[in-house]
């Protein structure tokens, strides 16, 4: 990050993640927390700053210890977990704070309590979706994997290959949900959600806690787990949620995004040894690839179908085995995966050889967001 202290990574944890585990949010977020404390060797008494994504930091730092707390926020609206972690980054840069904890608790709800009601007063966005039954996430990635098919190369067997490619890793990922083996048939055997979304194609739902911890490169050096460097981040939004409206729906804030974090470094997308690109849709991550430019336009399909995102691949990609199959923790575990990979010797049979730069991107549509992370 240009300007300010260099910060860096030095803890990460998660909850014991499962579905309708029927614990509290408070619950997963004390586990995720300490968890990444013990992991950095730190006390709750180190701790200066929060920042979550949902859920109250002060009633989350009163629960956990951290006080007093020289600086705290709650995101709203934004790219998932990625936003309280650029905060987070940036309040150790500045010195708002000297070590800082970016939290995620999510508990999986039933699908009717995420029905909305439509038709009157209804504004922005709103208006276009819900009266039409365009309620939920799924639908609108529905629409959007459609046009992205019409526009280009990529077919549903490249999408099934996708999949295989990130059970996969998920496979030799003791904290992933779904682990069991996964053919191209079983994916095209799975139900439509919102055609051609299939089951496969959408991330996982469960009750989960992620704790991520930044502090200074002075700090890091004395602490218990190898630094993981934050070199450069980015948030873009171009527009608001009716994207699927636009003209161009495929290449999206993505492209944006990814100006802006080349931009703040000497680094390129040559240089990456792994991607954590977020897939709460599959078809999301496809369209990172495409932003990124390690194939043409168009043609992500047949990138992945080529063994480009596998381990041997031209960009690892998802080596965790995204959240089609860790499960749904809103980028959060992507985060984890690229520490734990650039750290060394930490992700097992999914280790990339020598990983010294990972790209860590989330979301798509109206915002997004990106960190690229440095091994050195």
Request: aromatic fraction near 6%; glycine fraction near 8%; charged fraction near 20%.
């Given at each position: 990050?240009?300007?300010?202290?260099?910060?860096?990574?030095?803890?990460?944890?998660?909850?014991?993640?499962?579905?309708?585990?029927g614990l509290s949010e408070?619950?997963?977020?004390?586990?995720?927390?300490?968890?990444?404390?013990?992991?950095?060797?730190?006390?709750?008494?180190?701790?200066?700053g929060l920042t979550t994504w949902g859920g109250n930091p002060i009633d989350f730092a009163h629960m956990l210890g951290f006080s007093p707390l020289r600086w705290h926020l709650d995101v709203g609206i934004s790219p998932a977990f990625i936003s309280p972690a650029i905060h987070a980054a940036h309040a150790v840069a500045s010195g708002q704070a000297d070590v800082v904890?970016?939290?995620?608790?999510?508990?999986?709800?039933?699908?009717?309590?995420?029905?909305?009601?439509?038709g009157t007063g209804m504004a922005f966005d709103a208006q276009f979706q819900?009266?039409?039954?365009?309620?939920?996430?799924?639908?609108?990635?529905?629409?959007?994997?459609?046009?992205?098919?019409?526009?280009?190369d990529a077919t549903e067997e490249d999408f099934a290959n996708f999949a295989v490619t990130q059970r996969g890793y998920a496979a030799n990922n003791p904290e992933a949900l779904l682990r069991e083996p996964l053919t191209a048939e079983d994916y095209l055997a799975a139900p439509y959600i919102s055609k051609p979304l299939r089951l496969?194609?959408?991330d996982y739902p469960c009750?989960?806690?992620?704790?991520?911890?930044?502090t200074t490169e002075q700090r890091a050096r004395d602490l218990r787990q190898k630094p993981v460097f934050v070199e450069a981040t980015a948030l873009s939004a171009?527009?608001?949620?009716?994207?699927?409206?636009?003209?161009?729906?495929?290449?999206?804030?993505?492209?944006?995004?990814?100006?802006?974090?080349?931009?703040n470094t000497d680094l390129t997308a040559a240089d990456l040894d792994c991607a954590q690109l977020y897939d709460g849709f599959s078809v999301i991550t496809l369209q990172w690839l495409e932003a990124l430019g390690v194939c043409e336009p168009g043609q992500a399909g047949p990138f992945v179908s080529s063994g480009g995102t596998s381990l041997t691949g031209a960009l690892p990609t998802n080596t965790d085995g995204g959240a089609c199959n860790?499960?749904?923790?809103?980028?959060?575990?992507?985060?984890?995966?690229a520490t734990r990979q650039l750290r060394g010797g930490q992700s097992g049979e999914r280790q990339v050889a020598d990983a010294e730069v990972a790209l860590w991107a989330n979301a798509v549509g109206p915002f997004t967001g990106a960190m690229l992370l440095t091994g050195s």
């Open positions: 990050m240009r300007g300010g202290r260099r910060v860096a990574i030095v803890g990460v944890g998660y909850s014991d993640a499962g579905r309708r585990t408070r619950h997963h977020a004390a586990q995720a927390a300490r968890a990444a404390l013990a992991d950095a060797g730190l006390e709750s008494a180190d701790i200066d904890v970016a939290m995620r608790v999510i508990l999986q709800q039933p699908s009717r309590a995420n029905l909305w009601a439509g819900h009266p039409f039954g365009d309620l939920m996430p799924a639908q609108w990635a529905g629409l959007l994997t459609n046009r992205y098919l019409h526009e280009s496969l194609d959408c009750d989960s806690g992620a704790a991520v911890i930044f171009i527009h608001d949620m009716t994207f699927e409206l636009l003209p161009d729906m495929v290449r999206t804030s993505p492209v944006h995004c990814l100006q802006e974090l080349w931009s860790v499960g749904r923790r809103h980028g959060a575990n992507f985060c984890i995966e």
